[in-house]
Each structure stands twice: as structure tokens, then as C-alpha cells.
């Protein structure tokens, strides 16, 4: 079993930054792919970042690209993701997944395993 604790949600102004963590506890062989999902009020939850944590492979929504990076410290078990230059439409609830894939790591909600309780980032115009 695997939980997945996020932290670093909050309030900023459009042109800021947030930093979300994701810290893993439990089995860390029950998963090679850990990813970024969000989910605005009112709508479906939609991939923002993924990476490989075996060979460190990123993957960006380009909604984000140039602006969100993925990253990982394996001594830690916690990927991170950077946000900058946010915009109004980057407010949601942003959840952490997990899972292991035969292949690729994929931005499918449904292909993953396990979720954090979610973190609220809202940014204001």
C-alpha cells in the first residue's frame, strides 16, 4: 500500500508561484510513474505533469508547458511541482497519483493507483 501526502497549496496572485510536494510512504516498488492532476470546480480532472521515477522522463499538459516543472528526490520519495507565472485558470484542487505502467507514463486519471487527499491552490487576478 501506498500513501501519498501533498503539501504546498495556497493563495497567490496571478504572475506568482506555488511549489507542491508530494511525499510517498509504503511499498515504493508498487509504482514507477507519479503524476500532477488538477481539477477545477465544476469540471473533470485533467493530467498536468507526470514523471518516470526510474529514468527521470517528464512529461508536461501543454496548458503548463514553460511554466510547471516536475521534479523528484528519490531520497526522499517526493516529487515536487514547480508552478510559476500562475494564471487565474490554474485555480483547482491539485492531487497527487501514482501507479505502475507496463510502458509509458500516461496522464489518464484512470490508470492510477493511488491518490493524495488533494491540495487547493487558488490565484487571484
Known amino acids: 500500500q501506498v500513501q501519498l501526502v501533498e503539501t504546498g497549496g495556497g493563495s497567490v496572485q496571478a504572475g506568482g508561484s506555488l511549489r507542491l510536494s508530494c511525499a510517498a510512504y509504503?511499498?515504493?516498488?508498487?509504482?514507477?510513474?507519479m503524476a500532477w492532476f488538477r481539477q477545477p470546480p465544476g469540471k473533470e480532472r485533467e493530467g498536468v505533469a507526470v514523471?518516470?521515477?526510474?529514468?527521470?522522463?517528464?512529461y508536461s499538459a501543454d496548458s503548463v508547458k514553460g511554466r510547471f516543472t516536475i521534479s523528484q528526490d528519490n531520497a526522499k520519495n517526493t516529487v515536487y511541482l514547480q508552478m510559476n507565472s500562475l494564471k487565474p485558470e490554474d485555480s483547482a484542487t491539485y492531487y497527487c497519483?501514482?501507479?505502475?505502467?507496463?510502458?509509458?507514463?500516461?496522464?489518464?486519471?484512470?490508470?492510477?493507483?493511488?491518490w493524495g487527499q488533494g491540495t487547493q491552490v487558488t490565484v487571484s487576478s
Open positions: 514523471i518516470d521515477i526510474g529514468t527521470g522522463s517528464t
Open positions: 509504503g511499498y515504493s516498488f508498487s509504482y514507477n510513474c
Open positions: 497519483a501514482a501507479h505502475f505502467a507496463s510502458g509509458y507514463c500516461g496522464q489518464v486519471p484512470r490508470e492510477y493507483t493511488y
